[in-house]
């Protein structure tokens, strides 16, 4: 689990480093180009408001991919939710989650983005509810 103090990108690099990777592997098994896997790994993915970028579900695949984690643990870093889901749930709900997204613009996308967010929150909420 990432920490309270850690940001995605410390996580990101943190974990690389305890498995003894290079970030130019990394970024090969990840399939992207290694100025973005160290834009993410530096936390220098910005929106266009200059807030860190949220990643999308497929960018956290590749990166779960590439340092060998599950899904949830990189999911958790990078403040999607906070609490321990099953792996195997969380996987199933990111990869349907982007391939509802994949066909929309960039507007649609963000607008997608904030409903799964609220979603997650209510969710959360649900939860807590129950386990009481």
Partial sequence: MAGPTLTFGQWIRKTRSNKKM?????????????????????DRSRRKDGKPAIPEPETMERIAYALD??????????????????DEFSIELAKELSLMASDL?????????????QSARQAKQLLTLTAA
């Fill in 105 to 117: 613009d960039e507007n649609k996308k963000k607008v997608f983005r904030e409903a799964v967010k």
């Fill in 69 to 86: 984690e599950p899904l949830t643990k990189v999911m958790e870093a990078a403040r999607y939710f906070t609490t321990s889901v099953p």
């Fill in 22 to 42: 290079s970030a130019a592997e990394c970024a090969e098994r990840a399939n992207m180009k290694p100025p973005v896997w160290s834009n993410w790994e530096n």
